[in-house]
């Protein structure tokens, strides 16, 4: 982790704060526009739209006044020793006196608390408050007092909501549409004292923002002050019935001296405001790293218990997140040093990573490690190896990973290296492990290391491996930098390293996919919602009408109702041709026999038509009819689809398919809006990725082809939301390329 911010480092610069809907100016759908609900009461400007119905920028909440109000009233204040609030009550009163706040005791049972004078009720408080900070048992009946005094901001601490199950969510649901009638904004309740903490102020540079769901789980991020790592805000969002991870993550977002933000997130009340919000971190370049529970059922249903948290489906969190650069870690250490590292770091000059160690072995492994994780190790030109050979024997590897043998490190040759190293125009970052200490090898190296690191403008990094960590090397050389990120593991520092050149690279190139989401409904919409059937599966042949109003390719077929006309239909599809039973209860047809493949005549089409039609009598399976339908034979099988996710409503998947999306479950989920590039992407994860560029022989797949249907079902599941509650392409046949994508089979489910 990075030492003390006393020092030169500089950060990405952003504009300055904004508190408006968007960065641009926003443009109104059908002439409609809503307020929006800040902490000054005020109305912001008109809400962009999706077709949908969706807004397409983030509100951001004027927390200004929450963070630092200018009075404070505590509501339930004591000064009796033993009791719980009177803890609370002198807390609040130091933290207060920090930013300059009158605070005002609110008790009818005292005439003073800690020699204040105390206010027997919110109605009685001598000037309009900010902040209310509610230390009572239920929040509910103090709402409407504090809307009529018209207080901006309240905190409610107590528990027994959303966390205990149904009787618990009902009050909180209560709690929640009180605040949404007073105008106020609630943080909490089942929150803590973690926003009023103490902050150092001696420390100067970009800083963390915390958001948690879990005060405890914040405590490493906050404990980074220690080492000199500055902490700006701390956002304990607890049951979320009303201030969100998403609100605090839009404020943070603008704020200028926030470096970047860390969160520990449980379960998102709302999956479109959080991408909203990330989006909004992600035009400003701010970089957001977050700890997402919920991976395994067991974790999920901690969540549920501990906040009231629904998960969400973890591979959607995972997509959303991925597709607005949200980096995503899985340990509190690993939140901590990543999020301090993009915090402070400068904009990386060149992605090339260069190792450098003491020890050959130490090196080996670190690049092992590193190049598995997808850092790139260029090797250093012969120009480069020859000059460093000036000080390094010529027998020792120089390449990348350098090993300098120990003894140049000792003396004037170790500053020579690195620099020689930093020198290198395609190095960006230059890692250094140190296993453990060796004076004076290592405190030598840690000094020029650190020398080095102040007349460079590209990221120095060491590992100090040692468990101790009260070396002076350590504690007071490494740590008093501002310009050497200091990790303790090899993993952490890979993690961290990968992630801040992968979100450099990411919001260099970012166009925000809410820009460019549809905000009138297509004609295709039209002709897709007469189709529609609620509360229904549509039969295949009415799917794929679906699927051609979205202008998305289907087989020359044809629905015929008698074995004469099956025969005439193949005619004129032309043979050979396949035949299958439609019918809209008919989900798995080939496990039924309700297939048939590779006919080439006349009487093979009128005996698969009785054997069909037989087959559906037998299993009381209603038809409307036998699909006679062009044989599609070479191509890539792959499967696109619609889902709809509790938190994040529509998803679109895309993978392998036919029977392989049973079998390798190769698929990757995408969360609309996104874009063109988007697409490739997901398409990229893909384990199977490479059949698209065609093996043993065969010819690479239409890929632009694949991308376009994704985005047409992207649209579909846009326009038609909560019309479409499940469509499924499969398989979609990739043809080679320049031919197409043809859907061969689809089932879509009316809600």
């Known amino acids: 982790m990075l030492g003390s911010t006393h020092g030169t480092l500089t950060t990405h610069s952003r504009p300055a704060r904004v508190v408006a809907c968007g960065e641009q100016p926003p443009h109104i759908v059908h002439g409609m526009s809503e307020p929006h609900r800040d902490g000054g009461g005020q109305d912001a400007c008109p809400v962009d739209r999706d077709v949908s119905g969706r807004p397409l920028h983030a509100p951001v909440p004027d927390l200004d006044r929450f963070f630092r109000p200018e009075s404070v009233a505590v509501i339930g204040a004591s000064d009796s020793e033993g009791r719980p609030n009177t803890g609370i009550t002198r807390q609040l009163i130091a933290w207060a006196e920090r930013v300059g706040a009158r605070l005002h005791p609110v008790n009818p049972g005292r005439a003073q608390v800690f020699g204040q004078p105390c206010h027997a009720s919110v109605a009685d408080l001598p000037e309009p408050v900010d902040l209310a900070v509610l230390l009572v048992g239920d929040p509910l009946p103090v709402i409407e007092q504090l ?33 949404a009638r007073s105008g106020l904004r609630l943080l909490g309740p089942n929150t803590n004292l973690n926003a009023f903490e103490k902050f150092r102020t001696d420390l100067d540079g970009p800083a963390i923002a915390l958001i948690t769901q879990s005060g405890h789980q914040g405590r490493p991020v906050f404990s980074l002050q220690e080492l000199g790592i500055r902490l700006s805000h701390w956002a304990p969002t607890g049951n979320e019935a009303d201030l969100e991870t998403a609100d605090f993550l839009s404020y943070f977002a603008t704020r200028p001296e926030v470096g970047a933000i860390a969160a520990y997130v449980e379960g998102l009340k709302d999956g479109r405001s959080f991408l909203l919000a990330a989006d909004r971190a992600a035009r400003h370049k701010v970089p957001v790293v977050a700890v997402k529970v919920g991976r395994t059922e067991t974790g999920a249903r901690t969540a549920a218990s501990h906040t009231g948290k629904l998960t969400g489906a973890d591979e959607v969190v995972d997509a959303a997140m991925r597709q607005f650069g949200v980096i995503r870690v899985d340990g509190l250490d690993e939140l901590q040093d990543t999020a301090a590292l993009l915090a402070r770091a400068r904009k990386p000059t060149a992605e090339g990573v260069a190792v450098y160690s003491i020890s050959g072995g130490t090196g080996a492994h670190f690049a092992d490690l590193a190049t598995a994780a997808g850092l790139r190790l260029p090797t250093l030109g012969p120009a480069k190896q020859a000059e460093l050979h000036q000080w390094i024997p010529e027998y020792l590897h120089v390449a990348n990973p350098v090993d300098n043998g120990g003894h140049p490190v000792g003396d004037w040759r170790g500053r020579k290296i690195l620099d020689a190293i930093l020198a290198d125009p395609a190095i960006g970052v230059l890692i250094c492990p140190i296993t453990g200490p060796f004076p004076p090898m290592s405190d030598k190296l840690a000094q020029d290391l650190v020398d080095a690191a102040e007349q460079t403008d590209k990221l120095v ?28 593991t090899f993993a952490n520092c890979i993690t961290a390293v990968r992630a801040y050149l992968d979100h450099h690279r990411f919001v260099d190139g970012y166009r925000s996919p809410f820009d460019d989401a549809p905000r009138v409904l297509s004609p295709s919409a039209r002709k897709a919602q007469a189709l529609m059937r609620p509360g229904q599966q549509l039969s295949e042949h009415a799917a794929k009408q679906l699927l051609r109003a979205y202008g998305i390719r289907v087989p020359r077929e044809q629905l015929v109702t008698s074995a004469a006309a099956a025969v005439r239909a193949a005619s004129l599809v032309g043979y050979p041709v396949v035949m299958k039973a439609s019918g ?49 034979e070479r191509g890539v099988e792959m499967v696109v689809g619609v889902t709809r996710d509790n938190t994040f409503g529509p998803t679109v998947t895309v993978g392998l398919g036919g029977v392989l999306v049973e079998v390798l479950r190769d698929v990757v989920v995408g969360v609309p809006p996104f874009g063109e590039d988007q697409a490739r992407a997901m398409l990229d994860e893909l384990r199977g990725r490479a059949l698209l560029d065609g093996v043993r022989g065969a010819p690479p797949a239409d890929l632009d082809a694949l991308v376009e249907t994704v985005l047409r079902v992207q649209r579909m599941a846009l326009e038609l939301g909560d019309d479409l509650a499940e469509l499924d392409i499969n398989p979609l046949v990739v043809l080679p390329r320049g031919q197409g994508a043809v859907a061969l089979d689809a089932l879509a489910v009316c809600p």
Not at 148 to 163: I, Q, T, W, Y
Not at 597 to 625: F, H, K, M
């Open 147 to 179: 809307a009529e005094a018209k207080v901006k901001f309240a905190v409610a601490f107590a528990s027994g909501f959303a966390e205990t199950g149904e009787r618990g969510a009902a009050a909180q649901e209560r709690l929640a549409e009180a605040v």
């Open 461 to 488: 990094c060491v590992v100090w491996g040692s468990p101790v960590g009260t070396e002076d090397a350590y504690r007071r050389t490494l740590l008093g930098s501002s310009r050497v990120a200091t990790f303790r």
């Open 584 to 632: 809209p209860q008919l989900a798995h047809k080939t496990e039924l026999g309700l297939v048939k493949v590779q006919l080439t005549s006349a009487s093979q089409v009128r005996d698969a038509y009785r054997e069909l039609t037989d087959i559906a009598r037998y299993e009381d399976v209603p038809l409307d009819g036998v699909l006679v339908c062009q044989m599609i």
